[in-house]
């Protein structure tokens, strides 16, 4: 009966066992699992482009980031191949951070840190100093054209930032550079190493206004063309939303296309010209988006095209705005269509002129979007308000290119301009005083509506290759232009040619606090005398001072008494 | 490098148990089942109490100091001392000296309590690449918890095991006893109301642990005198 009993007391035990383990083995996964990511400060950070012309490698190469900050102030010699530098924009010396690409020094990481003025959709005043904005173009310039061994990142300035950049470089200062052994700030930024992006697409947008044909003409009409290119290139492509380019040419088109759908609504103002927007993608790599798009269009819609008007950065100027050409001014067609523009910028207050810049067939580089234009044979020009053609990859929307630096009233004028002198070409009205689009008249351009677009624009970076396919920005333009077309369709290619881009634009920067390995040895040593001192206390006051020393003392009397 | 950390604060926090479980008499007479007996006990209170504060305690919005509420948990707080004195006077231990029985009552009770609400954060923030101050300070919080909880056990057992008292030192007990119970309505009254930052609190608990304890010593000693 006992063992009986016995054994089933073993057994309910070793069920209670069994049944214990998969407790404890949860237990044990929880226990380890338990890795909490508690950074002290999280910043975003935007990271410099990485791509590739004809395979040759620019911008960063890197993305993750594990080293301690170190400042300017750090001592000559000081090795940083494990450091992240912190560089405020307004302490930048271009030359310095020349030096050190140049030389091909080993450095962990490269943080720059922007004022608050150039995040995108910042409200509120401090107009930032000019010196800044070129200092920043400076930089940018010289970051998209160098091939970077190490990760560099783009924050704002906040107070946490400054409370550490001030930490920093008090260390710095006293000759404590911060590594494994003296503690410091460590910053950690763990994302994946960037890849390729398979296959980049451009999207061009396009809408088709018709215009009114007369009873028995039988042939097609002519059309006039609007376009614009949409997207932007800049140094951080998380904060590339080009303002003025072309952000600036995108709200003009959808204002002119805006007013001549309400001209066009009614069939009896409906002019005998049918009218094409386009807004083409593409643009910062040599207009790819605007031919390829031309290509696609119809031979003989494209041989309808009478005239094509190119808008590139039309948001700040003051008083005199430029028509760029191909075609040599003394050219029928180019004579025309500039002195519809004169005429109507005499009559508004303003001064337009003409820029002739031939097309060099060899050289690949395209200059201007009406290049592209003319390269197929057809008629157009650029108005903006550049005096020279920039450079490949510039003036695309950079990082100094915001909002405050953008004026409605340029732009108004400028749709003005566009819209006047091309409902005069319609309508048969050259060189009479008309206002079609009058102040104060139902056609009147919408200040509100350009503001409007122009603040949203101005919060939305558009570097192609990390445009997806139905990305909403495209969605909404493509409705915006519905609305006043009859006709939209999109156009999706593949960037292919010499470029390749690589992801990871945009990441989170934990700033940890960390302690010294000297500081844990320390503390060791505090608590183990501590504890030891306890220890003594305590067996002296509970059972002697005897007792304390006999502990240490092996007793020597066993060895006598043996003896 | 971090687990470092996490090491010494754990030997801040439950090294001065060991330590003391080892170098008194404690270890000579084996008490463990006394201490193993009160931390049951704990867990116990702990539990009663927990389901005492959802049901009375309304949750505030702000840090506000509110004078009832603070009222009802000090209130709540004197179920430990219940629980204090069924570790104490209810439960069978084995034949050792009152001496010894009230030390490994209030080490026990001591342990389970830093087990229950140091451990886990502990675990979970120590090991984090930043460093804080805070589980340094938590950890001497424990010490001066254990010698809060043997003081509270020394009183407890001054006045309900023994029984023949001198009848002046009754009152000065009873209120000791007082002080030490609601010491954690002091703690939050001062962290709130006063503004006061935790290391100063800390080393607030920790010179009133060591008055408490040399006052609760001298205590016990003048009530020893007349049994002797």
């Known amino acids: 009966m006992a063992e009986e009993k016995n054994s089933k007391q073993r057994h309910h035990r070793s069920m209670l066992l069994d049944s214990m383990y998969p407790v404890v083995a949860l237990m044990l996964v929880l226990v380890a699992c338990v890795e909490l990511c508690d950074a002290a400060t999280v910043v975003d950070v935007y990271r410099l482009i990485q791509y590739d012309i004809s395979g040759v490698p620019f911008g960063s190469r890197f993305s993750s980031l594990n080293h301690h900050a170190a400042s300017l102030s750090f001592q000559h010699g000081a090795d940083l191949s494990r450091s992240v530098l912190i560089l405020p924009l307004r302490e930048l010396d271009i030359a310095f951070v020349q030096d050190y690409i140049s030389q091909k020094q080993s450095l962990g990481g490269l943080l720059i840190l922007l004022p608050q003025t150039f995040r995108p959709g910042y409200i509120g005043g401090g107009e930032t100093q000019d010196g800044l904005r070129v200092l920043l173009a400076q930089l940018e310039k010289l970051l998209l054209h160098s091939n970077i061994p190490f990760p560099v990142y783009f924050a704002f300035e906040n107070e946490e930032t400054d409370a550490m950049l001030a930490d920093v470089k008090k260390n710095d200062a006293l000759g404590q550079q911060a590594t494994a052994t003296t503690g410091g700030y460590k910053l950690v930024i763990s994302v994946s190493e960037p890849r390729k992006i398979a296959s980049p697409t451009i999207t061009n947008i396009q809408g088709w206004l018709p215009g009114s044909r007369a009873d028995g003409d039988s042939n097609q009409l002519p059309t006039i063309a609007v376009v614009a290119s949409y997207d932007t290139f800049g140094a951080a492509p998380a904060l590339s939303v080009g303002s003025d380019s072309n952000g600036s040419g995108v709200v003009a088109l959808l204002e002119v296309a805006r007013l001549f759908s309400t001209l066009y609504s009614n069939p009896k103002t409906r002019g005998r010209y049918n009218l094409l927007f386009a807004l083409t993608s593409g643009g910062p790599y040599n207009y790819e988006g605007t031919q390829k798009w031309l290509k696609s269009l119809d031979q003989r819609m494209r041989e309808s095209i009478d005239y094509a008007i190119c808008l590139n950065s039309v948001g700040s100027w003051d008083n005199e705005l430029l028509v760029h050409v191909s075609k040599p001014p003394e050219n029928a067609y180019i004579k025309q269509i500039f002195e519809g523009f004169s005429n109507v910028a005499e009559d508004l207050g303003f001064q337009v002129s003409l820029k002739h810049k031939k097309i060099n067939i060899s050289n690949s580089r395209v200059a201007w979007e009406h290049e592209q234009f003319s390269r197929l044979r057809v008629t157009a020009a650029t108005v903006s308000e550049l005096l020279t053609p920039p450079e490949l990859l510039e003036s695309a929307g950079s990082l100094s290119d915001t909002r405050q630096h953008v004026n409605e009233d340029s732009i108004i004028k400028g749709v003005k301009l566009v819209a006047e002198s091309l409902a005069r070409h319609i309508y048969g009205h050259q060189g009479k005083d008309i206002q079609i689009f009058a102040d104060n008249s139902s056609l009147a351009v919408n200040r509100f509506y350009v503001k409007s677009w122009l603040d949203s624009l101005s919060q939305t970076p558009r570097v192609a290759p990390f445009l997806s396919k139905n990305e909403p920005l495209i969605m909404a333009l493509k409705k915006e232009l519905e609305d006043y077309t009859a006709e939209v369709s999109i156009q999706q290619e593949s960037l292919d040619g010499i470029f390749t881009f690589y992801d990871s634009t945009k990441a989170s920067l934990n700033i940890y606090q960390v302690a010294s390995v000297t500081f844990d040895l320390l503390l060791l040593l505090v608590l183990g005398s501590y504890l030891i001192m306890l220890f003594s206390f305590l067996v002296i006051t509970t059972r002697g001072l005897d007792d304390l020393i006999s502990i240490f003392r092996r007793p020597p009397s066993r060895k006598m008494k043996i003896a | ?228």
């Open chain 2, 1 to 228: 490098m971090t687990l470092f950390h996490f090491f010494n604060c754990a030997i801040l926090t439950f090294g001065p148990h060991a330590v003391y479980y080892s170098a008194t008499p404690l270890s000579e007479y084996d008490t463990l089942g006394t201490s193993v007996k009160a931390a049951v006990v704990y867990l116990a209170t702990a539990l009663v109490k927990l389901v005492c504060l959802a049901t009375f305690l309304q949750v505030s919005e702000t840090e506000v100091f509110d004078p009832y509420q603070e009222a009802l948990k000090a209130m709540i707080g004197f179920i430990d001392v219940a629980g204090l004195y069924f570790a104490l006077a209810q439960l069978t231990h084995r034949n050792i000296s009152q001496n010894h029985k009230f030390q490994a009552v209030g080490l026990g009770w001591a342990f389970a309590d830093s087990v229950l609400h140091r451990l886990a954060p502990l675990w979970v923030g120590a090991r984090g690449l930043e460093f804080t101050w805070d589980y340094v300070l938590q950890g001497l919080e424990a010490n001066a918890n254990l010698v809060f909880t043997i003081s509270l056990a020394a009183l407890g057992s001054l006045m309900w095991l023994r029984k023949n008292k001198p009848k002046t030192l009754i009152p000065i007990i009873y209120t000791c006893a007082v002080i030490i119970a609601t010491m954690p309505s002091i703690t939050s009254y001062l962290r709130r109301v006063m503004g006061w930052h935790f290391p100063k609190v800390v080393g607030f608990e920790l010179m009133t642990s060591l008055v408490m304890a040399f006052i609760s010593c001298q205590l016990f000693i003048l009530c020893q005198r007349p049994s002797l």
